[in-house]
């Protein structure tokens, strides 16, 4: 049997484009395969922080805070246009469920697991202090405040769409919207996979001796389909956030907080000129795909809110738009919801399939390392002779120009607005440069399209000649950015569409359909 390749990876998502760019950069022969769009589940619904996890101290998770510290340093290397610092701020309160001298040790053990890092050290505030640096922060019993740096990535989409050009450009094939039906194998020993292309409704098979089930909350649901392991191994819990104007008194400055009705900590943290609000931590054993945000959850993360701002006087009219996901945790049937562990399990099917592999859990911020481990496994595997692992030292696509040069080349385009061009870094980073060529030969180009984000027309057309995307959807919401505007994009949608008419070579019937589709997909979002 002649083998297509020597790794499949199930799964669109942050970790499998981790995998993916890993393997590729190895000499693996690589495929992926998302039945949807990249980042199209758990990574975009996060609370979009690159964070050593403080909160993990509390049940003594040192060696995975560690790892996510050091992971954190990593990305601000190789991602830096993506990645960037943000200040946090604690604020203690009496009566609070974690005193002052828990806080102030827990700062200082994340100081210590952190040496060598790039941003500033851990700082102690008065009451004074603290309403100095957030004035709008509720007076009542605040005793002072700790304030400590972790990292962000306002886009996690495009830390995914740039994991998954880097792997592309090693050689991996990536291939979306396409459902993998069922897992092939015999003898206990896997042989590939079956998929329908979504796209035309045709079924391939592919053959490979390994595959990586790294589909997230869908790993026990790939799973069933035919390999049917005797335990589930997945115990997700669902995550709510909301997106909300800025509050007056609210600088540049994260908050994290401990919820008054429950003592569960929660995040207000500025994002993209709006904040965003989370999360919850609720049990979900059902669909990942049709999880929704309930009104008990946006009325807890809306009411301590306003306690902790009493001024902000927020309702759900004032809610842009929510969002919620699941995270893919082990299954701890004992453990309440936040107690149970965010460090990931790689699990070897051996008995069903040698060669089958599935992931559970994992942080946003650990990826990269939980993908050298996972290829780790999967170069022993197969006995492989090859480079070894360089995704820590290599930037990613956008990284590869410094940001200053690409900040300077951008300056001294004309054609593009000020606004646009600071969108254009954010987003793209050096590859804003190959969207100041589409401007540059066709100035028409350099319109903007979205009031809120800046983006700009030559946009649209470099997502479908380089980002892979299918439908409208995937070009706002995860190439983009637009659709994360406070309007979810409505207002871009119709020169959107009229660029993908004119450019891309849309007919009349295929613009109106993704119109339909786009609604659709953001009415999840408003609801």
Request: a neutral charge; charged letters at 25%; proline letters at 5%.
């Amino acid at each position: 049997m002649t083998l297509d390749f020597d790794l499949i990876i199930i799964g669109g998502g942050i970790n499998g484009v981790g995998i993916a760019r890993d393997a590729a950069g190895r000499g693996l022969r690589t495929c992926l395969l998302e039945q949807g769009d990249l980042s199209n589940g758990t990574t975009r619904w996060s609370s979009r922080l690159i964070h050593g996890g403080l909160r993990y101290l509390e049940h003594a998770e040192l060696s995975l805070v560690y790892e996510s510290l050091h992971e954190r340093e990593t990305l601000l290397k190789i991602a830096p246009h993506l990645v960037r610092p943000i200040k946090l701020l604690i604020p203690i309160f009496s009566g609070g469920r974690r005193g002052k001298f828990m806080i102030t040790a827990g700062m200082w053990l994340y100081d210590l697991l952190s040496i060598g890092k790039s941003v500033p050290g851990h700082e102690m505030f008065t009451a004074r202090e603290a309403l100095e640096v957030l004035p709008a922060l509720n007076r009542d019993g605040l005793l002072g405040a700790a304030a400590y740096y972790d990292a962000q990535v306002t886009f996690a989409e495009r830390l995914v769409v740039e994991n998954a050009l880097a792997a592309q450009a090693s050689g991996a094939q990536i291939l979306t919207y396409s459902r993998v039906d069922r897992i092939l194998y015999d003898a206990r020993r896997i042989r590939g996979v079956r998929y329908t292309d979504l796209r035309t409704d045709r079924q391939y098979d592919l053959s490979s001796p390994v595959v990586v089930n790294a589909s997230g909350p869908w790993v026990d649901r790939v799973l069933e389909k035919n390999v049917k392991p005797p335990i589930r191994l997945m115990g997700g819990t669902k995550g709510t956030h909301i997106i909300v104007p800025a509050i007056a008194g609210q600088p540049e400055v994260a908050c994290y907080l401990e919820a008054e009705s429950d003592g569960r900590p929660f995040f207000i943290i500025p994002w993209n000129g709006m904040l965003l609000i989370g999360t919850t931590d609720i049990r979900f054993d059902g669909n990942p795909g049709k999880v929704i945000a309930e009104d008990d959850e946006i009325n807890y993360l809306l009411s301590e809110t306003n306690h902790a701002f009493p001024d902000a006087h927020l309702e759900r009219k004032n809610i842009h738009y929510h969002y919620t996901g699941v995270r893919p945790l082990p299954r701890k049937e004992k453990k309440a919801a936040g107690d149970v562990t965010r460090r990931h399990i790689i699990r070897h099917h051996r008995r069903e399939a040698r060669g089958l592999y599935s992931i559970i859990g994992g942080k946003l911020t650990t990826y990269r390392s939980l993908a050298e481990e996972m290829t780790d496994r999967v170069v022993r595997h197969l006995r492989h002779k090859g480079p070894e692992c360089q995704t820590a030292n290599e930037p990613l696509p956008g990284a590869v120009i410094k940001v200053s040069r690409v900040a300077d080349e951008l300056d001294a385009c004309d054609l593009i607005s000020p606004e646009s061009r600071v969108h254009l870094l954010n987003v793209y980073g050096g590859h804003a440069l190959l969207i100041k060529k589409l401007v540059t030969a066709d100035p028409r180009l350099g319109d903007e399209i979205c009031q809120y984000s800046h983006a700009i027309a030559a946009e649209i057309i470099f997502a479908y000649q380089h980002e892979f995307p299918t439908t409208l959807a995937d070009v706002l919401l995860r190439r983009t950015m637009v659709g994360l505007s406070p309007d979810l994009g409505r207002s871009a949608l119709p020169k959107a569409l009229d660029i993908a008419r004119h450019h891309v070579g849309w007919s009349t019937a295929r613009a109106d359909e993704e119109e339909r589709r786009y609604l659709r997909e953001i009415s999840r979002l408003s609801d």
